[in-house]
């Protein structure tokens, strides 16, 4: 079998592989796995993706599991808490970020239902749209966050070279990916 040339370089640890084969690309139908995948990518900016990978479990503990509805009444005591957690990044404008997407998060569910009907209510639309959209709806969301994002939760193509087996997999479950 061939992987993308990312898996097959010999110093990728075992948290990457893991990630490629598992999730990333693969669609996400849950609002807060979709928020978790969100705050995970908007800590990632200037950082390592293993990083961000080996303290996934602080992450969700920090955030109440990503459940985007208890993040969006976080307090400013949970603020100065996650500013003061080694376990995560304690960037001041990244745990902003978090909460205040939660918040938009809600609203767009209030709206649309969904965060995840939010997305395919505007998908398919070109990456520089998506991330004017985003820019509009959320904080600490530039091009290459928003780009991972749709990539890594399969409404944009790309988290796979077509050789790679797991490819076929996610087009399985995803044969409408938006190529614009």
């Excluded at 995948?37 to 503990?61: C, P, Y």
């Excluded at 960037?91 to 909460?99: D, F, G």
Aim: with cysteine.
């Amino acid at each position: 079998m061939s992987y993308c040339d990312y898996c097959e370089q010999p110093d990728v640890k075992q948290v990457h592989k893991l990630y490629h084969d598992n999730w990333y690309g693969f669609p996400l139908h849950d609002d807060n796995e979709l928020f978790c995948r969100l705050v995970m990518e908007i800590n990632q900016a200037g950082l390592s993706w293993e990083t961000i990978l080996n303290k996934e479990q602080n992450f969700r503990d920090a955030y109440a599991n990503f459940y985007v509805k208890k993040v969006a009444n976080f307090s400013e005591a949970d603020r100065e808490r996650l500013l003061s957690d080694a376990g995560i990044i304690r960037n001041k404008l990244k745990v902003n970020a978090a909460i205040h997407n939660a918040q938009k998060i809600v609203e767009l569910q209030q709206e649309y239902g969904s965060f995840e009907a939010w997305l395919n209510a505007n998908h398919p639309i070109s990456r520089e749209e998506w991330t004017k959209l985003f820019k509009k709806t959320f904080k600490f969301v530039g091009g290459e966050i928003v780009n991972e994002f749709l990539m890594s939760t399969g409404y944009l193509k790309g988290a796979h070279d077509e050789s790679c087996p797991v490819f076929a997999t996610i087009l399985k479950e995803q044969p409408k990916w938006s190529e614009l």
